[in-house]
T-cell receptor, first 113, second 113 residues
Framework: AQSVTQPDIHITVSEGASLELRCNYS??????LFWYVQSPGQGLQLLLK??????LVQGIKGFEAEFKRSQSSFNLRKPSVHWSDAAEYFC???????????FGTGTRLQVFP | NAGVTQTPKFQVLKTGQSMTLQCAQD?????MYWYRQDPGMGLRLIYY???????DKGEVPNGYNVSRLNKREFSLRLESAAPSQTSVYFC????????????FGSGTQLSVL
């Protein structure tokens, strides 16, 4: 069965600092992996997704994520965080043969000036 | 570009009351979804519609009904609201499946007293 874990409920960083949000998944085959961002009072927006190929995926707003099969991870990174990045971030795992998407519980990012 | 429009944005119900959440998309998408978001639980799929005229249960369908009125509109009905249905509800759409980019509405915050 698919599952996804986001170990960090809340992360606080200073503006300009680097960021890494952790995501671990459980799935028997090669998963489809996603990162979504939710700004306050808004719906979710897709940041990036991984289906196959290059394990380093570039997304919108300067974010990237790296698929590491050996660690069952798909961590989200950004080299320099902006105050506008304060939001909640959700990792999700899907599969190629079913229309089933499992969301993680989210990581809330707070950015201090 | 409106994208996915949900109404209402806020609603307070008494236990036992009924209501319908409306959702419409203008992207000619085939698939539409209803999720609920609860603290510490991420997003959970309530019902989905893979195409006009079809609906299927998701992870947490009990207490809800849906109608895919046409390709654009997908409504969620609570026949007899319960306090456990207090949540934030999101409608989303995609071309074909959850493994494609999901487009989300801005959500409905529902409180059942």
């Amino acid at each position: 069965a698919q599952s996804v874990t986001q170990p960090d409920i809340h992360i606080t960083v200073s503006e300009g600092a680097s960021l890494e949000l952790r995501c671990n998944y459980s799935y028997g085959a090669t998963p489809y992996l996603f990162w979504y961002v939710q700004s306050p009072g808004q719906g979710l927006q897709l940041l990036l997704k991984y289906f196959s190929g290059d394990t380093l995926v570039q997304g919108i707003k300067g974010f990237e994520a790296e698929f590491k099969r050996s660690q069952s991870s798909f961590n989200l990174r950004k080299p320099s965080v902006h105050w506008s990045d304060a939001a909640e971030y959700f990792c999700a795992v899907g599969s190629y043969n079913t229309d089933k998407l499992i969301f993680g519980t989210g990581t809330r990012l707070q950015v201090f000036p | 570009n409106a994208g996915v429009t949900q109404t209402p944005k806020f609603q307070v119900l008494k236990t036992g009351q009924s209501m319908t959440l409306q959702c419409a998309q203008d992207m000619n998408h085939n698939s539409m979804y209803w999720y609920r978001q609860d603290p510490g639980m991420g997003l959970r799929l309530i019902y989905y519609s893979a195409s006009e005229g079809t609906t299927d249960k998701g992870e947490v369908p009990n207490g809800y009904n849906v109608s895919r009125l046409n390709k654009r509109e997908f409504s969620l009905r609570l026949e007899s609201a319960a306090p456990s249905q207090t949540s934030v509800y999101f409608c989303a759409s995609s071309g074909r499946s959850q493994n494609e980019k999901l487009f989300f509405g801005s959500g409905t915050q529902l409180s059942v007293l």
